[in-house]
Nanobody, 115 residues
């Protein structure tokens, strides 16, 4: 069984920065892709950034140039550095970790960008 735990959310002013962390405990095998989705009130969940075990990255257009995803494979941990935050980045951020057949999800962490 894999558990996915996020941390690092909070309240930040526009233009500020936050770093989210996510650790998958247990073996996620050779697939090992990890990443982040977010869901704002009244909106669908959307992919923010994804990272394969081979370090291939994917970003939503809305966050390119502002967010950076990285990982520590030895720790099964993925990070999301979020800079130049905007009010429209406000959402619950969910981490995922892929095993060969299953996508595991974290419980979500709230990010609020407001003055």
């Amino acid at each position: 069984q894999v558990q996915v735990v996020e941390s690092g959310g909070g309240l930040v002013q526009p233009g500020g920065s936050l770093r989210l962390s996510c650790t998958a405990s247990g073996s996620i095998g050779n697939s090992g892709a990890m990443g982040w989705y977010r869901q704002a009130p009244g909106k669908q969940r959307e992919l923010v950034a994804g990272l394969t075990r081979g370090d291939s990255t994917t970003y939503a257009d809305s966050v390119k140039g502002r967010f950076t995803i990285s990982r520590d494979n030895a720790k099964n941990t993925v990070y999301l550095q979020m800079n130049s935050l905007k009010p429209e980045d406000t959402a619950v951020y969910y981490c995922y970790a892929d095993s060969t057949f299953i996508r595991y999800w974290g419980q979500g962490t709230q990010v609020t960008v407001s003055s």
